[in-house]
């Protein structure tokens, strides 16, 4: 894993911080977005956008994977949660780890923008981890008794065959409509148009590496304690023993929506005119010079 991040550019912490902040903000803004979509049911499958996941992982296929992941994780927490008036405690250190770690390692997964292969694996690979912990979290939790089995019409009563069913629908409806294919048409057609926005070189040739150079035995290791914090909190969570949740009582209706919504397109718009000038003050300098 080092050998493979030491070909990848070296970012200053000017462009970490922004590739952060485009992540929260854009993501946070698609959130807001999924919350206003319908919800369609045909029989026990169930189709609705649960999130627009292409968003972090494009981010981190053309700029970095960690920073994207983190920009994310940290947009869902700020814009979904806290600016409505909600939170989650203990339970939403779940969700991070697991989504970051998936959109983690589908970016570091991408050596060559330009592979469509490589691509589509990223994008099943996003999602599948964020399901997959999710998925067996949940069983975790029906089987140690922490929390009631959920029935779902026309599906057999077992916790496996519920899950599995939710995550082979989530993974075909979901990996598929909104991971797979915005990919596909977006990375090939944004690769070497916007690195330029943040000084940054597209990344022709300087993310080589092999499978072998990425799963290493300390990413897996990292990995499994991640995940084990990731599922201990969550039993922590459906226990009594909740910590810094809270809701707060104010009545705005749908204002804090279009607050929370409202104030992300802000940060980004701010961004990316921020990048934009400093793009062009780097520019005057070259010159000058």
Not at 89 to 114: C, H, N, Q, W, Y
Not at 199 to 226: E, N
Not at 244 to 266: H, I, K, Y
């Amino acid at each position: 894993m080092q050998a493979l991040a030491s070909k990848r550019p070296v970012l200053t912490s000017q462009q970490k911080l922004m590739i952060f902040v485009l992540s929260m903000s854009l993501y946070g803004i698609s959130n807001m977005i999924t919350e206003l979509l319908p919800e369609f049911r045909l029989g026990p499958v169930e189709i609705k956008v649960e999130y627009f996941i292409f968003i972090p992982l494009l981010f981190a296929i053309l700029f970095n994977p960690l920073y994207a992941a983190l920009g994310a994780c940290v947009g869902e927490i700020v814009f979904g949660e806290l600016l409505l008036g909600q939170f989650g405690g203990i339970s939403e250190l779940e969700k991070f780890i697991e989504f970051s770690l998936a959109i983690f390692t589908a970016g570091m997964l991408v050596t060559d923008p330009r592979n469509r292969r490589q691509l589509a694996i990223a994008a099943y690979v996003a999602i599948g981890i964020d399901q997959l912990l999710g998925t067996l979290v949940d069983i975790a939790k029906v089987y140690v008794g922490i929390e009631d089995l959920e029935t779902v019409p026309g599906l057999p009563e077992s916790i496996l065959a519920i899950e599995g069913f939710s995550f082979l629908n989530a993974m075909i409806i979901s990996g598929t409509l909104f991971s797979l294919l915005p990919i596909l048409y977006l990375v090939p057609r944004l690769y070497g148009k916007v690195e330029p926005l943040l000084g940054m070189k597209p990344r022709d040739g300087r993310a080589a590496g092999s499978m072998g150079d990425f799963v290493t035995p300390r990413l897996i290791i990292t990995a499994i304690v991640l995940f084990v914090i990731a599922g201990a909190a969550e039993f922590l969570s459906e226990s009594d023993l909740t910590f810094f949740s809270w809701e707060w009582e104010a009545d705005f209706g749908n204002t804090a929506f279009w607050m929370s919504l409202a104030v992300a397109a802000l940060i980004f718009i701010a961004a990316m005119v921020w990048a934009t000038n400093k793009r062009k003050l780097a520019k005057k300098g070259d010159t000058a010079a």
